[in-house]
């Protein structure tokens, strides 16, 4: 994670916008999760980003439209007819009313 230096001038990515880092302010007990001190704002950057260079590979191209649902589906190549549901929540799927 790089942490910003504020004597720095600003960056500023591919599309003219100023980056935003993650500033991270603490760990969970495990050492596991990182905690940011600008996560909307980190969050809705790196959205935006992505978003942005969709719309340049579509305009330029690289990728169609039905390419890019592909790429943007979290379940794509999932085949749901293998899938099988064993829990919901902390109830196995048996104990289901």
């Known amino acids: 994670m790089k942490i910003p230096t504020p004597d720095l001038e600003p960056e500023f990515d591919e599309f003219g916008d100023k980056i935003v880092y993650p500033i991270g302010s603490g760990r ?40 890019l649902n592909r790429k943007n589906d979290i379940f794509y190549g999932v085949d749901f007819s293998k899938v099988k549901i064993v829990a919901i929540g902390d109830k196995k799927y048996e104990d289901i009313d």
Request: hydrophobic share 30%.
């Open 28 to 67: 969970s007990l495990d050492g596991r999760t990182i905690y940011l001190e600008n996560m909307a704002e980190y969050s809705a950057y790196t959205k935006q980003l992505s978003r942005n260079r969709d719309a340049r590979m579509l305009e330029n191209g690289e990728i169609d439209q039905a390419g």
